[in-house]
């Protein structure tokens, strides 16, 4: 009884199994987007809203013209996809999952966060201006796509180590 407990109390952050594909069906229509709007500045139309921050106005002629930011949120949703669906992804559970399994959870986790962090220190160094902006723009996603990358590497090492014996 203990036994199960434990297990649980192990998993019982993990989404179930079936939420891995929910998660890639958000990630890729979400990533086409983001990518879409990043570098071919394509926008949905009833995503772009005017925002009025502060009352601005300027006086053209005989007319006063309010002053507002137009905001594009197509890139903020893309991103709010991606981040979901790389979550869904990298946090369901495994049709079997069992303390091997977090075993290796727990280290592609781990060298995720080395990875991501080496990255960034290089780009510190190495990267100035408005493409700094586009560097920590993928650094948001880098730790969730590196973790789901080791994990399913480790998963299939481990698997094919298994077999072989």
């Not at 220190?121 to 590196?146: C, E, P, R, W």
């Amino acid at each position: 009884m203990s036994n199960k407990l434990y297990i649980f109390m192990k998993t019982k952050w993990l989404f179930p199994h079936c939420y891995r594909l929910i998660g890639w069906i958000i990630f890729v229509p979400s990533t086409l987007l983001g990518l879409a709007s990043m570098y071919a500045n394509f926008n949905i139309r009833w995503l772009v809203v005017e925002i009025l921050n502060e009352p601005r106005t300027i006086e053209l002629g005989n007319s006063i013209t309010h002053l507002a930011d137009i905001q594009n949120l197509t890139d903020e949703i893309a991103a709010i996809g991606i981040i979901a669906g790389l979550l869904l992804i990298a946090f369901s559970k495994e049709k079997t999952e069992d303390e091997m399994i977090s075993q290796l959870r727990l280290e592609a986790l781990q060298w995720s966060v080395y990875v991501n962090y080496l990255i960034l220190a290089i780009a510190i160094l190495t990267v100035y201006d408005d493409a700094f902006l586009s560097v920590m723009i993928y650094n948001m996603f880098t730790v969730l796509l590196v973790f789901i990358i080791r994990f399913r590497w480790l998963l299939y090492r481990n698997s094919h180590q298994l077999l072989a014996l």
